[in-house]
């Protein structure tokens, strides 16, 4: 077993032995980081319940491996360039061994306010290198962290802190996203209005706007730090306790709490990492997500960490001040390793290449696209104008529950193919079924994507509700893990991701569940009832298309688009604002109420060539009112 895979053949052996033997093959991997106790058993699972444990017996602390673990040989390299909102602003960089005083300072501060192990901590901050101290504290003192994008508005920020049951909520006072300055303690002092079981408050001084601070309850950062002792023992936790939980949507109303432990995420976060980028000491990697996603967690804060990697920490956006800000980075830090979404891509895409070409972005070696399919457009340019035909590019399919990159070439090893995710990593075992659940072996196929066997970083549960973990991932198909994606295997045996095939749209890389956005719009006094459904978008790669049903027929249509708009953006927050919004007098509905999406789904596509038998709607007349009203041109 070799712990990074240098060349093609090696991949197969290790792809072959992790199958053979997976116990072995990931006992050997675990073997390289820090324990305070060895594990008894590496794996027990099945998936019917399901219940899946790595590594069970052991104990460790995932910070040892990300900090105290480097500090004799690594301690004086860089942990993090950290590139403010405006880079007119003093950029910082923080070493491996001020990173692990500040982890520890911070995790004094935790205990100072009585946070246990097992407690929930949510954490709602801009990218700023604290969001990192605060995260790695957590894991330090053994509670469990849930950082909630500091995009999402004060009720959905609300509702996660109340279904994790969260004591303790970690802030800031403001926060600078391009020409914006946006009031973070403001939105979380109005979730708190709804969150009595919040006690405190820790707010980090980020923009020196004013706040109000809530005698007894809220805590700057700033001053309980500058008292905490730089000593700190890490507590140690069991291999299957709860490192997160990372709320994402689903089909259904509510989004849900993923819960990954501590072990098996450890390993696959490091093993994935390494692999799929095949970083060496002397790189620089910078990925753009945000902290609040799964991304953030798995490749900015813990993979590059426990493989002691420099990386690059960037609090604005691609745009600002102008669309050249990504390249200009890359050419300041000399990127070597360069990570992104296909809608930042096709973003920058259609800005032009008067600013791609003034940089030089000589520094690449490796470019990685996640979160939705990419377009070969999209894949052409990105290699093209950014790689200059010289970087091969990773594009890395995984999901929230899965916890790192399961299927994605490995950076220079695994050949590349546009808009292909490639080849299984190793200890993945990817099948493709059809609708009944039969498996599609061979090549050349085409269906529904499941794994048929746990790999360590694999979901646990969803926080307070494992019968939902079970319903929604475990129970469509009989000891399957079923992703939600569609997808076909070419006749190089090549895994193609081709997006979901249930009621979740990817808008912009962000998955957002149908029936979320209609409860979010259900909401607004104008509507009685909407449905939603996606439909392709230039730039997003989906768009939100709303159609809603008016409380009063004769109100202005614009009226209406802005209330709802005001309404979503208040109960999700911006990303979830649709992108067409078509009032109508009644929806495509089956006689037992049913609406049929795939009607909605042909309009917002501007396709109604076929669509299919409408015989069974309740009124068949509805569906020619809405074609009439439709927002994008219609064929057929
Ligand atoms: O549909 C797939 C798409 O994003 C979904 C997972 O979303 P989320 O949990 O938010 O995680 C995003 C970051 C890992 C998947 O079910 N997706 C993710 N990566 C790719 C992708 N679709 C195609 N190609 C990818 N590389």
Redesign the pocket.
Known sequence: MVYKINNLQEYQREYAASVENPEAFWAKQAERFQWKKKWDCVLDWNFSEPDVKWFFGGKLNITENCLDRHLLNKGDKIAFYWEPNDSAEARRSITYRELHTEVCKFSNVLKSLGVKKGERICIYMPMIPEVVVAVLACARVGAIHSVVFAGFSASSLSDRINDAKADLVITSDGSFRGNKTIAIKDIVDEALENSPGVKNVVVYKRTSQPVTMKPGRDLWWNELIEKASPEHEAEPVESEDPLFILY??GSTGKPKGVVHTTAGYMVFAEYSFTNVFQCNEDSIYWST?DIG???GHSYIVYGPLLAGVTSVLFEGIPTYPNPGRFWDVVDKYRVTHFYTA?TAIRALMACGLEYVTPYKLDSLQVLG??????NEEAWHWYDDHVGKNKCPIV????????GG?L??PLAGITKTKPSY?TLPLPGVQPVIVDSEGNELKGNNVEGNLCIKFPWPSIIRTTYGDHERCRQTYFSTYKNLYF???GCRRDEDGYYR????VDD?I?VS???MGTAEVENAINEDETVIESAVVGFPHDIKGQGIYAFVICEDPELDHETVRQSVLATVTRIIGPIAKPDKIQVVRGLPKTRSGKIMRRILRKVAEGDVSNLGDISTLLDPGVVEEIKKGALVPLKG
């Open positions: 994402t949507s997500a996603w799964i991304t296909p696209s996640v979160g939705e399919p990419i594009d890395t399919w995984w999901q929230t529950e899965t990159i299927i994605s995710a992703t939600g994606d991701i081709l997006g979901r979740v990817n890389g962000h998955r």
